[in-house]
C-alpha cells in the first residue's frame, strides 16, 4: 500500500509569482484535505476535494485554488505569492468526507522571498 | 466546532509512562476525541480516537472522563522517538466536512 506523496519536497518561490504543489493520496482513498501549518502552529485547513469537487473551505482567499483528477490525486495552486504564504503545505487524504482517520503526506515547504 | 486546551509542552523521561491531557468542556455528544502526532519534519499522524469508552492500540491508550469533558492520552513507556507535538481534535462523523481543526497541541519532550 503506498502512503501518501507530495512533491515538491522544497520550493523557493519570489512574490508575486505563481505555485502549484502536488499530492497522490493512498490508494483507494477519495478525499484530499490541504492545510497549511506556519512555523510552530499547528497545521490550518485551506480545503477539501471529495470525488472531483470541492467539499468545504476554510479562511483562505480566492488565490488559493486546487483540483482533485479521476484518480483522485490533487494539486494546490496560489496565484500571487505573498510572503506570509511561506509555510509547510501538507496534503491529507482519506476514505469519505468525515470522521475517517486522515493520512498525512511529509509536506511541501514554500519559501516566498 | 468545539474546542480543545492542551498544554503547550511537556517533558518525559525514557520508559517512563506519560499522561497527555485534553479539556473538551464544550464537547457535543456526537463529537469523537481524535489524538494526531507530528514528528520532527513530517506530517501529523494518527494515534488514536474514542467517543466515551476508554480505547487502546499499539501505539497508546485513550481515557474519557465520565462526562467526556477531558481525556487523557497515555503512552505507557516513552521512547526518544515518541518525541512530537501531539493534538487533541473532536470531530463530529455526521459532519458535511471532515477536515481537522488543530490548536497548537502539546510538544512532548523525552529524555534519555
Known amino acids: 500500500e503506498t502512503g501518501v506523496t507530495q512533491s515538491p519536497t522544497h520550493l523557493i518561490k519570489t512574490r508575486g509569482q505563481q505555485v502549484t504543489l502536488r499530492c497522490s493520496s493512498q490508494?483507494?482513498?477519495?478525499?484530499v484535505s490541504w492545510y497549511q501549518q506556519a512555523l510552530g502552529q499547528g497545521p490550518q485547513f485551506i480545503f477539501q476535494?471529495?470525488?472531483?469537487?470541492?467539499?468545504g473551505r476554510g479562511n483562505f482567499p480566492p488565490r488559493f485554488s486546487g483540483l482533485q483528477f479521476p484518480n483522485y490525486s490533487s494539486e494546490l495552486n496560489v496565484n500571487a505569492l505573498e510572503l506570509d504564504d511561506s509555510a509547510l503545505y501538507l496534503c491529507?487524504?482519506?476514505?469519505?468526507?468525515?470522521?475517517?482517520?486522515?493520512?498525512f503526506g511529509p509536506g511541501t515547504r514554500l519559501t516566498v522571498t | 466546532d468545539a474546542k480543545t486546551t492542551q498544554p503547550n509542552s511537556m517533558e518525559s523521561n525514557e520508559e517512563e509512562p506519560v499522561h497527555l491531557p485534553c479539556n473538551h468542556s464544550?464537547?457535543?455528544?456526537?463529537?469523537?476525541i481524535h489524538w494526531y502526532r507530528q514528528l520532527p519534519s513530517q506530517g501529523p499522524e494518527y494515534v488514536i480516537h474514542?467517543?466515551?469508552s476508554n480505547v487502546n492500540n499499539r501505539m497508546a491508550s485513550l481515557a474519557i472522563a465520565e462526562d467526556r469533558k477531558s481525556s487523557t492520552l497515555i503512552l505507557h513507556r516513552a521512547t526518544l522517538r515518541d518525541a512530537a507535538v501531539y493534538y487533541c481534535?473532536?470531530?463530529?462523523?455526521?459532519?458535511?466536512?471532515?477536515?481537522?481543526?488543530f490548536g497548537k497541541g502539546t510538544k512532548l519532550s523525552v529524555k534519555p
Open positions: 491529507a487524504s482519506s476514505l469519505g468526507v468525515a470522521g475517517g482517520e486522515q493520512y
Open positions: 490508494s483507494g482513498h477519495n478525499t
Open positions: 476535494y471529495y470525488r472531483e469537487e470541492e467539499n
Open positions: 464544550t464537547i457535543s455528544g456526537t463529537d469523537y
Open positions: 474514542g467517543l466515551t
Open positions: 481534535i473532536l470531530r463530529d462523523p455526521g459532519g458535511s466536512q471532515g477536515n481537522l481543526i
